[in-house]
């Protein structure tokens, strides 16, 4: 097997000669260069499994360097080296496209932790685990082919992600299938809920805590942190911290570092910090009720995910998926869906997304009778608009399931942009579509 390549950037020869030995004793053979036009050459002359460049060089700064390793189409995971301090530096750095970053004085553990999680990256990785996604994030759409093409692109980096999205829509399911794309996924997988703990106990769920520190501590106590050391730490309804812990979880993102309850020195730990809630976040830091630098922190990569209710086309996959394996768990024959059952669950507008649509079909599999499933079985709660819809006005022969489909697209289209006073950016934004798509899909179905 060939050794390892890393292309080493940086202008100060002890930190040259520090990652060399460094990476010689992990059998990683380093080539060090000290200016971005040296590097570029080698870049472009030969192949590299890793790169590490400083950010200040004589040239230039490393954001450079990274951008041209991404417009290269260089499948090479890069980090940059900043000076202590320098978050917003190494913020900007994972925005376009860096992989990772190490901070000056460069500890030699973190280092190691670094250019391992960085060598497990490789495309043919990537491809075998982009089949699994598409076997557990189901949906043929536009929107959830864009999804899954985003998650495998940040799985790639460690940057922070931040997961927006209705209750429901499968933000967990998407951060675990990030962890599990990564090269993260041979360690934990540590989920949250933010909102579930008491706030006097936020501090030590977190960071741990010492034996004495305070009434109740009989024992040394692991924080989540730790627990996720070396894998992936998954804060659910993140928006649920209060502003005490907020600055301490920022201390632990920018240091990489925690400091256990009644410790007195602070402890390094490596973790992948991914994020989610169904409130919006940049409101609640105009109102002042979450801070402006951690939000910034979190959300480096941001990945919106849609209502079921606008990917009408991925319904009928879905609810049969999970059907089937309720059926399974239940140890009962698999029944079918009425077609009158089918129209009326992709009529239904799905307030709870995906999650409601599981209890509907478990509730559906326990009272139905025969070996199909009909729209009574369903016991949907239509509002006014859904009910006045009769579920016959689907007719085959008049028209063909396809454009009854885009109908449907058309009205969640045309709802979303009502309801936003016709701001394209925001109605996109709503239905979690990237801007260029909703601008294709309104000139698609006719409605620029």
């Not at 030969?46 to 460049?53: A, I, R, V």
């Not at 978050?87 to 391992?116: C, E, N, T, Y």
């Not at 809630?277 to 402006?292: C, I, N, P, Y």
Request: hydrophobic share 40%; charged share 25%; proline share 4%.
């Amino acid at each position: 097997m060939n050794m390892p390549v890393t292309l080493v950037v940086d202008d100060e020869p002890d930190i040259r000669e520090l990652l060399d030995i460094t990476l010689s004793r992990m059998n990683i053979r380093a080539c060090c260069v000290e200016t971005i036009k040296e590097a570029r050459q080698l870049l472009d002359s030969q192949h590299f499994d890793l790169c590490l460049t400083d950010m200040r060089l004589p040239d230039g700064d490393g954001l450079s360097l990274v951008e041209y390793i991404q417009e290269s189409g260089l499948q090479l995971p890069v980090a940059v080296i900043t000076a202590h301090g320098s978050m917003d530096i190494a913020v900007s750095a994972m925005k376009k496209g860096a992989f990772d970053f190490l901070s000056k004085p460069v500890d030699l553990a973190a280092l190691r932790q670094l250019v391992g999680n960085a060598l497990q990256v490789s495309p043919n990785h990537s491809l075998e685990k982009d089949r699994r996604t598409r076997d557990t994030l189901l949906g043929e759409s536009e929107l959830m082919c864009e999804i899954r093409s985003k998650i495998q692109k940040v799985a790639r980096n460690q940057a922070p992600i931040y997961i927006s999205g209705e209750s429901g829509s499968g933000k967990e399911l998407v951060a675990k299938l990030i962890h599990q794309q990564g090269p993260r996924a041979d360690k934990s997988f540590v989920a949250i809920n933010c909102g579930a703990i008491p706030h006097e106990l936020m501090e030590s769920e977190f960071f741990g805590h010492k034996k004495g520190s305070f009434s109740g501590a009989i024992a040394d106590k692991q924080g989540l942190f730790q627990a996720a050391d070396g894998g992936t730490l998954f804060l659910d309804e993140v928006a649920d911290l209060p502003l005490s812990l907020q600055v301490k979880l920022l201390r632990a993102i920018q240091e990489k570092k925690i400091r256990p309850v009644g410790e007195q020195h602070e402890v390094s730990v490596d973790v992948r910090l991914l994020s989610a809630t169904h409130k919006d976040l940049a409101k609640m830091v105009q109102e002042g009720s979450f801070r402006q630098d951690l939000y910034y922190r979190i959300n480096v990569i941001e990945l919106s995910l849609p209502p079921l209710r606008v990917r009408a086309a991925d319904i009928v996959q879905i609810a049969e998926h999970l059907l089937e394996r309720l059926a399974k768990a239940n140890q009962v024959p698999v029944p079918q869906f009425s077609r009158q059952a089918l129209i009326a669950l992709q009529q239904y507008s799905f307030p709870g997304n995906v999650r409601e649509l599981e209890n509907i079909l478990e509730r559906a599999l326990a009272l139905h009778e025969g070996d199909k499933i009909d729209v009574d079985d369903l016991n949907l709660q239509m509002t006014c608009d859904e009910a006045a819809k009769p579920h016959g006005d689907y007719n085959a022969e008049q028209m063909s399931l396809e454009n009854y489909l885009e109908d449907v697209e058309k009205k969640a289209l045309t709802a979303a942009l009502e309801e936003n006073r016709w701001n394209k950016t925001a109605a996109a934004k709503q239905l979690g579509m990237t801007f260029r798509s909703f601008r294709y899909r309104l000139k698609k179905l006719g409605l620029e």
